[in-house]
């Protein structure tokens, strides 16, 4: 059998005062799963785990989801992405990630391919410095004062715009540590 490392993340926990989800009891729930490895980062909804299963992403996603709201009783979204996934995120970054403060770069993860349409309602030069890219299931976000002042992420965030779709957003320190952990 061939183990695969994968990322988990969950949207919306322990972020505002709801859906509180310790990360010690989201390890124990992963490896009750039958995961191994599993290590979580920070208290927002980031998981790295081994697994042996056949399932694809989807599939571990649904599952842990699943059990998330039988242990926890509330309904939590997560993506779960692999390795080599997470590591071309990081290198067909159009921005020069190396050169910003991880809080000025964001991968908004999207449960499905995106496409310019979607967001041609969009001024870009409306909100200049700030810019976006579309990438595999990802949107890149340059956002140079941090997300929290950012009019460009809130624009994006409309639900209009994220019709149909999981998306979670991971600062760019975020998303290197998550490749990291994941190799």
Known sequence: MTTKRYA???????????????????????????????????????????????????????????????????????????????????????????????????????????DAERFAGIDPAAHLPEEFRLGDRVLYLYAPDGLGRSKLAEALAKPALNKGLTVTSRNWNTVVKLVELTA
């Open 8 to 114: 988990a993340l969950l949207r919306g926990v322990n972020v505002g005062g709801g859906k509180k989800l310790p990360m010690a009891e989201l390890r124990e729930l992963l490896a009750e799963l039958g995961h191994s490895d599993v290590r979580t980062l920070l208290a927002s909804g980031n998981a790295v785990l081994t697994t042996d299963s056949a399932a694809g992403e989807d599939a571990l996603a649904h599952d842990l989801e699943a059990a998330v709201e039988k242990r926890f009783g509330f309904s939590v979204a997560c993506l779960v992405r692999d390795h080599a996934y997470l590591r071309a995120v990081v290198d067909a970054c159009p921005f020069p990630a190396a050169e910003l403060e991880g809080r000025q770069l964001h991968a908004n993860f999207s449960s499905a391919p995106l």
